[in-house]
């Protein structure tokens, strides 16, 4: 397995501030090789971790193993800093995909582990990261077996991504209990100065808008039906977080306009749909033998590390609900995020403490119609929305596969939106 690492000198005295980067499902440490490169040439005295633990087949292990493996690095790598002299004060955490979960999994268990007494949250970013799942709210017979089957193909990670595993003795899909306001996944990730996220609004199949986008609803579903908001001087692929859209004028089309529209579209999109016309059945025979090939040995694997036969991992098998949440609940009072108004650090009343400003709108625009999503999914929204994500959509157009070049996956022209995505985070919301 390729792996790429970077590191800085011992010598250097200026290093106090580590960044992990984190893949998604299928992914490796190669993945975020750009995105390694652009942090490491905008700021040249950050350490930057690409953890590489858990690349490859070892993602179908699910969220949990893979956020126990992934702060094992990061607890291995900061000691490893402090043993050559270096005195980390800082932490940033990047997710990419699957890996904006296991970020916030293994930020739980740093939390647990004392890990941010030492090192202050600084900066957290979610690239395209499926926050609520990939069940698919679109009514229809494909949407209906893509829910039905495609929990059943990824193993662990497939089954808490379509939210239908129960985690521990919770009853609940792993991914809510990620967002409970109760839980150490949560109040891990208040600690962090700036939580952003960046999601596809277009042809990103892995991560649609309303999951990485944590959304009740797709204002992007029909692009020719608004207008875009830019943030100026990104060339209109990053959108205002405030205002992404507004609603273009209904034009009156003849009968004539109507049919050439449709029949341009139909055409435009022939070569495409005749390739995956041909492709598709052998692509899909030979995803469903290779997903069963490694849900069998991500099983073992599962095992054996739960049993501690795959590392020592018994440390991080802590309670994932904070202390005060776990009292509230026996005394029959809900968790609750802090609220607008509290005591101050000396205990004093009267001082009031802001919550995070809710940078998009938690409720549907009334032109923008509620998505069906699930209960779960709506209480998930909810929850983060409340700790303060300051959400950025992003318009890749010139590619149908958004979801890799928003972190320019691959060195390819074509990707150059990416950067450009890359280019607005690095100036605009990373803190150092």
Request: glycine share 8%; proline share 6%; hydrophobic share 40%.
């Amino acid at each position: 397995m390729e792996e790429t690492e970077r590191t800085v000198s011992s010598s250097d005295s200026r290093v106090d501030h580590i960044c992990i980067l984190i893949h998604g499902l299928w992914g490796n440490p190669v993945h975020l090789q750009n995105v390694s490169d652009a942090l490491a040439k905008q700021h040249p005295y950050l350490h930057i971790l690409v953890a590489k633990r858990n690349s490859d087949s070892y993602t179908y292990d699910g969220i949990e193993v893979g956020g126990e493996r992934v702060a094992q690095e990061i607890e291995d790598e900061l000691a490893s800093l402090e043993k050559a002299g270096h005195n980390v004060t800082k932490i940033s955490i990047v997710g990419y995909s699957l890996g904006g979960l296991v970020a916030r999994y293994s930020i739980g268990l740093l939390l647990k582990r004392g890990v941010f007494d030492k090192v202050a949250p600084v900066n957290f970013t979610a690239f395209a990261s499926p926050f609520l799942g990939v069940r698919t709210p679109i009514k229809g017979y494909h949407s209906s077996l893509w829910n039905a089957l495609g929990g059943r193909t990824l193993s662990t990670s497939g089954k808490q991504l379509f939210l239908i595993d129960q985690f521990r003795d919770t009853g609940r899909p792993l991914i809510s209990v990620l967002a409970d306001p109760g839980s150490i996944f949560m109040e891990g990730l208040v600690k962090f100065k700036n939580k952003v996220l960046y999601a596809n609004i277009t042809n990103d199949r892995s991560a649609p808008w309303y999951t990485s986008g944590v959304s009740r609803s797709d204002p992007f579903e029909d692009l020719s039906a608004v207008r875009l908001n830019g943030v100026p001087g990104y060339d209109n692929v990053v959108l205002d977080p405030d205002n992404p859209v507004r609603l273009k004028e209904k034009e009156a089309l003849t009968l004539g306009t109507r049919a050439w529209n449709t029949g341009n579209a139909i055409v435009s999109g022939l070569p495409f749909y005749a390739l995956f016309t041909v492709l598709a059945p052998i692509g899909t025979t030979a995803f469903l033998i290779n997903s069963g090939i490694q849900s069998i040995r991500s099983s073992q694997r599962v095992k054996l590390h739960n049993e501690g036969l795959a590392g020592s991992f018994l440390p991080y098998r802590i309670p994932v609900m904070m202390e005060q949440a776990i009292e509230a609940v026996s005394a029959g009072d809900p968790p609750h995020m802090p609220s607008s108004e509290s005591e101050d650090d000396d205990g004093e009343k009267g001082q009031k403490t802001k919550r995070p400003k809710q940078l998009y709108r938690t409720r549907s625009r009334p032109e923008f119609p509620v998505l069906e999503l699930t209960p779960e999914q709506f209480e998930m929204i909810e929850n983060l929305n409340a700790v303060g994500i300051k959400k950025y959509p992003v318009h890749i157009s010139l590619v149908r596969h958004s979801h890799a070049a928003i972190v320019v996956r691959m060195n390819r022209g074509a990707f150059k939106e990416g950067r450009t995505i890359l280019r607005h985070w690095l100036t605009k919301e990373f803190e150092v």
